[in-house]
T-cell receptor, first 113, second 116 residues
C-alpha cells in the first residue's frame, strides 16, 4: 500500500532554476493538495485540485503552478525558484467528503541557494 | 484572522507525566471538522483523529484523549503517561463544509518533547 508518494525527497536548486515535484496517490481520491511547511507556521495550502483536469489556488499560490492531467497525479512546478521557496513540501489527497482525513506523503525538502 | 491557534509552541515533560495540547479554532460554519495530526522527527504527517461539529462526545484511544467543547471553540488533546515515543510536533486542523475543496487550515503546531 503506497498511499501518497512524493518524488523527489530532497533537492537543492540554484535561484532561477525550474523544477517539478511529483505526487502520486493510489487510493482513487478525488481531491489532492500541495502544502508548504515553514518553521513555526504549520502547513499552508499552495494549490489544490478537486478532480482530474481541475486546479485552484490556495493560501500561498504565487510562484507555483500545478497540473492534474491524471486523477492519480498532481504536479507542482516552480518556474523560477527563489530562496523564499526553500521549504518542506507536502502533498495530500482525500475523498470528496469533508469529513474524510487527508492522507499525506512523506514530504520533499527543497533548498534554493 | 488565524482560524486555528495552538498557543503552546513547545512543551517539555518528563516521561509518565500527563500533558495537554491546546487547540482553539474560529469558524462561522455550522458544519466543520477538526483533526489532529502527529509529525514525528522522521517528518511524515500521521492522522490521529477527526471530530465533526455535531459530535461533542469526548474520545479516548489508549493513552490519547480528546476534549471537544463548542462553547469555547476548543479541541484539546491529552496524552496520559507520556512516553519518549510521543515526542513529535502535533498539529490541530480545521476543515469547513462551506469552503470548496475541503481545505485544511492548520495551527502552527506544538512541539512536544518527552524526556526519559
Amino acid at each position: 500500500n503506497a498511499g501518497v508518494t512524493q518524488t523527489p525527497k530532497f533537492r537543492v536548486l540554484k535561484t532561477g532554476q525550474s523544477m517539478t515535484l511529483l505526487c502520486a496517490q493510489d487510493m482513487n481520491h478525488e481531491y489532492m493538495y500541495w502544502y508548504r511547511q515553514d518553521p513555526g507556521m504549520g502547513l499552508r495550502l499552495i494549490h489544490y485540485s478537486v478532480g482530474e483536469g481541475t486546479t485552484a489556488k490556495g493560501e500561498v499560490p504565487d510562484g507555483y503552478n500545478v497540473s492534474r492531467l491524471k486523477k492519480q497525479n498532481f504536479l507542482l512546478g516552480l518556474e523560477s525558484a527563489a530562496p523564499s521557496q526553500t521549504s518542506v513540501y507536502f502533498c495530500a489527497s482525500s475523498y470528496q467528503q469533508g469529513s474524510q482525513p487527508q492522507h499525506f506523503g512523506d514530504g520533499t525538502r527543497l533548498s534554493i541557494l | 484572522a488565524q482560524k486555528v491557534t495552538q498557543a503552546q509552541t513547545e512543551i517539555s515533560v518528563v516521561e509518565k507525566e500527563d500533558v495537554t495540547l491546546d487547540c482553539v479554532y474560529e469558524t462561522r460554519d455550522t458544519t466543520y471538522y477538526l483533526f489532529w495530526y502527529k509529525q514525528p522527527p522522521s517528518g511524515e504527517l500521521v492522522f490521529l483523529i477527526r471530530r465533526n461539529s455535531f459530535d461533542e462526545q469526548n474520545e479516548i484511544s489508549g493513552r490519547y484523549s480528546w476534549n471537544f467543547q463548542k462553547s469555547t471553540s476548543s479541541f484539546n488533546f491529552t496524552i496520559t503517561a507520556s512516553q519518549v515515543v510521543d515526542s513529535a510536533v502535533y498539529f490541530c486542523a480545521l476543515s469547513e463544509e462551506g469552503v470548496a475543496g475541503n481545505m485544511l487550515t492548520f495551527g502552527g503546531g506544538t512541539r512536544l518533547m518527552v524526556k526519559p
